[in-house]
């Protein structure tokens, strides 16, 4: 079974403290991993897509790199504006049509 | 550019009421559609999908039925809601099977 795992759950950082949030994933052939990013009260906003192992992607202060096994979602000197919980997702080749999400980690920045 | 639309946003129903939710896109033909269940503490979780008109594959067995009467107009309905059906159910839309979903912003569904 496709399963993707987050870590941390939770994480607080001061503005400016850069860190990485972790998503672990099985997958029977993996087609892609999306990153996604959701506000309180509001639908994921898509991020990055990631096919192959090496590939990275980056967007302001994120960037989102891909192993076998793994992807990192790297801020950089984080402003309270990307405070959100951040959500990974997975697409295997068979069943494409269906996205595995993690249970997201929620960030918090403070200023 | 593309748009998607959900309502109601948020939606109070007793026990044993039917539903229907709403779910359209502007600016795209023939999208493939999503509807997900977002559970307090759990992940996304698909409920059905559709690539074309009349076209439903579901999931996951439950109390709900999905319909697509016109190319960028997608529904989710009940006939009887259960308290188990509360969640957060959101909509999405993609040009094709391998490329990104987008989600609209969701309807808030407390069932009483």
């Known amino acids: 079974e496709d399963q993707v795992t987050q870590s941390p759950e939770a994480l607080r950082l001061q503005e400016g403290e850069s860190s990485s949030l972790n998503c672990s994933y099985t997958?029977?052939?993996?087609?892609?991993l999306f990153w996604y990013r959701q506000d309180p009260g509001k639908g994921p906003e898509f991020l990055f897509t990631l096919y192959s192992a090496g590939e990275e992607k980056e967007k302001e202060r994120l960037k989102a790199t891909l192993t076998k096994k793994e992807s990192f979602l790297h801020i950089t000197a984080p402003k309270p504006e990307d405070s959100a919980t951040y959500l990974c997702?997975?697409?295997?080749?068979?069943?494409?049509?269906?996205?595995?999400f993690g249970q997201g980690t929620r960030l918090t920045i403070n200023p | 550019s593309q748009t998607i639309h959900q309502w109601p946003a948020t939606l109070v129903q007793p026990v044993g009421s039917p539903l229907s939710l709403e779910c359209t896109v502007e600016g795209t033909s023939n999208p493939n559609l999503y509807w997900y269940r977002q559970a307090a503490g759990r992940g996304l979780q698909l409920l059905f999908y559709s690539v074309g008109i009349g076209q439903i594959s579901s999931e996951v067995p439950q109390n709900l039925s999905a319909s697509r009467p016109q190319d960028r107009q997608f529904i989710l309905s009940s006939k009887k809601l259960l308290l188990s059906d509360s969640g957060f159910y959101l909509c999405?839309?993609?040009?094709?099977?391998?490329?990104?979903?987008?989600f609209g912003d969701g309807t808030r569904l407390s069932i009483l």
């Open positions: 999405a839309w993609s040009i094709s099977t391998y490329q990104p979903q987008h």
């Open positions: 997702a997975v697409q295997a080749s068979q069943g494409a049509q269906k996205l595995v």
């Open positions: 997958v029977s052939g993996l087609r892609g």
